[in-house]
């Protein structure tokens, strides 16, 4: 992975600036943050873990390690009563996800509420338990400037993805796209990348587009269960290039992608050149490497409240319980929280590297979960 | 009149903004709009359900400081606004 050549290093550079730019409400994030607003008094975005009861049991689920029921679920009137919250905050767009959303039943309820607001709604799924039914509903609700339903596939052929999923899983899928496209919902494929299905991306790129989806996303898998899944980075390196050169040919499926391995540890990526055009430097002065700017929370099925995702891996994570008191109420907790704090890093290898600006000392979870303070870099950081 | 937000449009108000402001922007054109916090009592109330009339009936005693024509000439006037720019429109029937 030292050498890169010129022509793939231009395309990595287009594929990290375009990051992010599909958000739909992007330009009026963008908008507000140039008015001066560095903290959001209330969460933009919201990812919400609306069961915990799943019909599958993959093996790389960040889910893994809690109970596959629903019993602790938070039932609908507290459910309805969160959208309420969303409402009133100017939440703009929920993730709505799991355990496996369609086990939910109030998960029209719920998506008719937000929709009732034009709050934007992305529903993560295996698929399947989609329905020609269930994808007319949807069909309905839905805006098709904004709003999407995410299916799990992670593999091109039955034997890669089944391995992951589960057998009979795989032909069931497919056929949960071609019912969502054909009832004019719009669909993205995400693929969780292992050591197992690295060899399939471009191969599940070209499926993607003869199904007809509008995007594919390629996201790493989670470390904390999954240490033996871990692609190896030339080859993810490797593969990422071919699918960048894929996306090239002018194919109408959007690439997204995660997997951009280890850049910074490469030399041959840290030319002049590519140092200019990506706008890397050193940070200066009072370089602010605080993570959590209140633009995001994530509810966990059985009410927990945390400042995102990852946090909620932390036993110091939670900002409280919904089943006990409302959002609104436990807001004003993230004040307290240390992830909400500013983050001072003293740590010279951060203060000398020219993508601490980029990275901003990567995530304060794995920092926090390494030396049990926040202001260090993230324990996963490769550059030495 | 019953007035209802345009579908694709998101709605965001920032309190800590100058006093309050609201944010408007429209996913399909990218046209954006803005106003304070007054334009964003008057788009909490715009539901689709309820008049123009019945919104002012509700909106206008929290201004105590102003009559009720300066606020309807106000209120006219983002009303007018809106209806122009597509971020609201008139839900039929």
Redesign the interface.
């Known amino acids: 992975m030292d050498n890169i050549k010129e022509c793939d290093a231009k395309l990595l550079i287009k594929k990290i600036k375009e990051y992010r730019k599909d958000f739909p409400a992007r330009l009026l994030i963008q908008k507000i943050k140039s008015e001066g607003i560095t903290r959001f008094e209330n969460p933009y975005y919201v990812s919400w873990e609306i069961t915990a009861a799943c019909n599958l049991r993959c093996r790389h689920c960040c889910f893994a390690g809690g109970e596959y029921s629903s019993k602790s679920d938070i039932d609908t009137e507290t459910a309805i009563n969160l959208v309420q919250d969303f409402i009133d905050m100017d939440v703009l767009k929920v993730m709505l996800t799991g355990g496996e959303p369609f086990l939910r039943k109030d998960l029209f309820e719920i998506i008719e509420m937000l929709k009732s607001h034009n709050i934007i709604t992305e529903v993560t799924s295996n698929g399947l338990l989609i329905t020609d039914e269930s994808a007319k509903r949807l069909e309905k609700l839905f805006n098709p400037v904004c709003d999407y339903v995410q299916i799990s596939l992670d593999g091109a052929t039955a034997g890669i993805h089944e391995d992951t999923r589960g057998k009979g899983t795989f032909q069931k899928t497919l056929n949960s796209i071609k019912k969502l496209i054909k009832n004019g919902v719009k669909v993205y494929i995400n693929c969780v990348v292992t050591s197992k299905n690295l060899h399939e991306m471009c191969d599940l790129y070209n499926l993607a587009s003869k199904l007809g989806v509008n995007k594919v996303t390629f996201t790493r898998v989670f470390t904390e269960y999954n240490n033996n899944l871990i692609p190896n980075d030339k080859e993810l390196f490797k593969e990422t290039i071919k699918l960048l050169k894929r996306e090239e040919e002018k194919t109408p499926v959007e690439l997204r992608l995660f997997t951009i391995p280890g850049l910074a540890s490469c030399k041959a990526f840290n030319t002049p050149e590519i140092i200019k055009e990506l706008g890397l430097e050193q940070v200066s002065g009072d370089f602010d490497f605080s993570c959590h700017s209140g633009d995001k929370l994530h509810i966990r099925s059985d009410g927990e409240v945390f400042l995102c995702l990852h946090a909620s891996n932390m036993n110091t994570g939670s900002l409280g319980n919904l089943k006990q008191t409302g959002l609104t109420e436990l807001l004003p907790n993230r004040d307290s929280n240390i992830l909400f704090g500013k983050r001072t890093i003293t740590d010279t290898k951060c203060l000398k590297c020219i993508y601490a600006k980029m990275c901003k000392a990567g995530c304060p979870v794995n920092a926090y979960l390494e030396y049990k303070s926040i202001d260090f870099p993230d324990s996963a950081c490769k550059i030495s | 009149m019953i007035l209802k ?1 345009n ?12 006093g309050g ?1 609201v ?1 408007l ?1 429209n ?2 054109t ?1 046209e ?1 709009w803005v106003g304070n916090s007054a334009a964003d009592c008057l788009l909490r109330l715009i539901d689709g359900e309820h008049t123009l009339e019945e919104i002012y009936e509700y909106l206008f005693p929290l201004f105590e400081n102003f009559n009720e024509n300066e606020l309807r000439e106000a209120f006219d006037k983002i009303v007018k606004s809106l209806l122009e720019k597509g971020f609201t429109e008139e839900k039929n029937g």
């Open positions: 937000l579908k694709n449009v998101l709605k965001r108000y920032e309190h800590n903004l100058n402001t944010f922007f996913m399909k990218e954006s």
